[in-house]
């Protein structure tokens, strides 16, 4: 990583405001630098979205993420053609609205003294020769250019930072689901998932936010097929749809450098422009804050000791979705049939967020889970599923 940066105390500009922008944002700004976020909307009015992260959300944005939750989840159902497991938590999960998150985001940021600028879109980057690189803004239908000597783009999955400094675009996964009401046997503090591979590699879920209403979705591989699954889901579960939320996820398939020189001037990506996703649940906001605070370490400290953490976090879940991407329905059946107590009790221990601890105690408790998983990591698709 280079050094340039925090030696020379620059102003920082993050395009973006998405909550890993507006992070890694108020990290700098409380550390005492300047820094101005440049979003491209006229105002600030992200789309809802209903979410559910893990209890390691409370150690990062603080009140924002405290303010932004709206449900708790103590256990979840797993279900399988027949087949039932139930997982305690230790520590519930958390069910947050993102839209709220984010504009306690935007409060805590300019407290910190950062200047976010709304009506500013980048649509250019470029290095211009003399120091710094030029960022051409369209702003109240003209363009301008801006100078910029340290640039983060928080610009999402489609970023225009990482297009122009030569990253190479992200492989998407579309996430489709409803809002619905609650069937009256699932308890308001309990997730259910479902597991369909003939749909989706991935599963349905459905995640209350309240009482009254839950989130039902799924993660497709194409988006009209995604779709089709999710109604005819619906339809089959008599959900009937209140309202549908849908976005375009990138898919982690090996880890994106966060930071390269451009002439002279340092660009960081964070967040979904860095693909900093849970590949097995395409769940980004734990990852994504991760990546804020290493692109602010770096920054300001050059210490990259927050990246390999996170680098290392991101290829177990890709080492776990590629087992899990090979699972046919007989693999599901068998899998929940051989959790047991221990494996249960890890389940409820470690967070999704700690997938390298999740795997480890999971084949101590249970064997017969290392079988099941370096058959579909080494044999062929059409194997036997049995163990």
Avoid at 140 to 166: E, M, Q
Avoid at 288 to 303: D, P
């Amino acid at each position: 990583m280079s050094r340039t940066s925090h030696a020379n105390g620059a102003p920082v500009t993050v395009v973006g405001g998405s909550a890993t922008g507006l992070y890694a944002a108020t990290l700098l700004a409380e550390a005492g630098r300047d820094v101005r976020v440049l979003e491209g909307s006229e105002e600030y009015a992200p789309d809802a979205r209903t979410l559910i992260v893990t209890r390691r959300m409370k150690d990062l944005p603080g009140d924002p993420g405290d303010q932004s939750i709206v449900n708790i989840i103590n256990r979840f159902e797993l279900l399988t053609d027949g087949r039932a497991a139930t997982i305690e938590l230790d520590e519930p999960d958390l069910v947050i609205e993102r839209s709220t998150l984010l504009h306690g985001m935007v409060e805590r940021a300019r407290a910190a003294g950062v200047d976010l600028q709304m009506g500013n879109r980048v649509r250019t980057l470029k290095a211009n020769g003399t120091g710094g690189v030029t960022l051409g803004i369209g702003s109240n239908g003209a363009t301008r250019d801006v100078l910029a000597h340290t640039v983060v783009g928080a610009d999402g999955t489609f970023s225009c930072v990482a297009k122009a400094a030569g990253w190479p675009p992200l492989e998407t996964v579309p996430l489709i689901q409803a809002i619905v009401r609650l069937p009256d046997d699932l308890p308001p503090d309990t997730t259910r998932v479902w597991f369909h591979p003939e749909d989706t590699p991935y599963f349905y879920w459905l995640i209350p936010e309240s009482p009254e209403r839950g989130a039902l979705g799924l993660i497709g591989e194409d988006g009209p097929a995604a779709g089709r699954c999710l109604e005819r889901f619906l339809e089959r579960h008599q959900f009937e749809p209140i309202e549908f939320q849908a976005a375009r996820i990138p898919c982690y398939r090996r880890w994106v450098q966060p930071q390269r020189r451009l002439g002279d001037t340092d660009i960081y990506l964070v967040g979904d422009a860095a693909a900093q996703v849970k590949v097995t649940t395409v769940g980004g906001i734990v990852t994504g804050f991760r990546g804020a605070l290493g692109v602010a370490e770096s920054i300001l400290h050059g210490r990259t000791a927050a990246f390999r953490q996170l680098k290392r976090e991101l290829d177990w879940h890709r080492l776990l979705r590629r087992s899990l991407g090979r699972f046919r329905q007989a693999d599901y059946e068998l899998l929940l049939d051989v959790l047991n107590p221990g494996t249960h009790g890890v389940l409820g221990t470690y967070t999704r967020d700690e997938a390298g601890r999740i795997l480890a105690r999971l084949c101590l408790a249970q064997p017969r889970l290392i079988l099941l998983a370096l058959r579909t990591l080494v044999l062929p698709p059409d194997r036997p599923s049995t163990v």
